[in-house]
């Protein structure tokens, strides 16, 4: 196992909605994940209505979710964190696939076809491209390296509802359409992958301002490992919400009501640790890495 040393980073996300109707409910998960691996040293949470508030953390996923019901006018959510990152990493020649009869039982999930994730539909082409490959890491990257070859990043190409096989067919997507695709044959190759949100860190400024960010883990060596498909952030640098099946068990913020989006501001920056040292930035390692909290 390597040790790399942790990077704090900061975090700030701003969502502004207009609320048209009283007693419209909103479900927020834009809090930061506490796992072994992610350290929240601290943070702040403001809503500018007076209204209740309810919070559950999930257990499986340590996803954060906020509940609460607005009324009507303008709804302003202000969350900013400070977050210990400890990666660690492991040499890919190391890290072989792990049998199905030696998954735990909270992993299995992450094998089925799911609604984004079609990887019964997709099997003949994860099955034709990656089943003679060595089953271990090596074979999880050339998926993912296949993906990123074959899908071009387009702002607004897709929708909320596209599918795996879709973005396969149009060639095209997001960072959701990524994440989904490389999901799909990981699982047509029996590989345990879940789709993870996060803050995308380190990302090019052409491709827009800073945004939530979709990739992907899958479950290898006992360990889930982190890959970034879309190829467009710093996977050291993912500051972790939640995760689950596919972007349907992600979103960072479920509307129920008459409500309409006023606009996001995300602004994530490396920090010092103190002593006088500058701040360790995030950079790209060639090697598997983690921080899940397992």
Excluded at 53 to 78: I, K, N
Excluded at 217 to 244: C, K, N, Q, V
């Amino acid at each position: 196992m390597v040790m790399f040393d942790p990077v704090r980073l900061q975090c700030q996300v701003d969502l502004r909605y207009q609320v048209n109707s009283a007693g419209s409910d909103f479900i927020f998960n834009v809090q930061v994940a506490r796992t072994r691996q992610q350290m929240v040293l601290w943070e702040s949470l403001t809503i500018n209505q007076g209204v209740a508030l309810q919070e559950y953390c999930d257990p499986a996923t340590s996803g954060r979710f906020l509940r609460l019901r607005a009324v009507a006018g303008e709804l302003v959510l202000r969350y900013a964190a400070l977050v210990e990152q400890r990666p660690v990493g492991e040499l890919p020649a190391n890290i072989a696939e792990t049998w199905i009869p030696n998954l735990p039982g909270e992993v299995l999930p992450y094998l089925y076809p799911s609604r984004f994730c079609e990887s019964d539909l997709l099997a003949p082409v994860a099955m034709a491209h990656f089943g003679g490959l060595w089953q271990g890491y090596g074979r999880v990257e050339a998926i993912c390296a296949w993906v990123n070859s074959h899908v071009k990043f387009t702002s607004g190409s897709s929708c909320s509802t596209t599918t795996a096989s879709q973005t396969l067919a149009s060639g095209r997507g997001v960072c959701r359409d990524f994440a989904h695709l490389m999901i799909a044959m990981c699982r047509a190759m029996n590989i345990p992958a879940r789709f993870v949100t996060g803050f995308d860190y380190g990302a090019d400024p052409a491709l827009g301002p800073p945004d939530f960010h979709a990739y992907v883990e899958a479950y290898l060596g006992g360990r889930w490992y982190i890959f970034d498909p879309s190829g467009t952030a710093i996977p050291m640098g993912f500051m972790r919400l939640t995760s689950g099946r596919d972007a349907a068990d992600c979103a960072y913020c479920s509307i129920f009501g008459d409500v309409r989006p006023l606009g996001q501001t995300i602004e994530v920056h490396a920090v010092s640790a103190g002593n006088g040292l500058p701040p360790l930035e995030p950079y790209r390692v060639s090697g598997a890495i983690s921080t899940a909290a397992d």
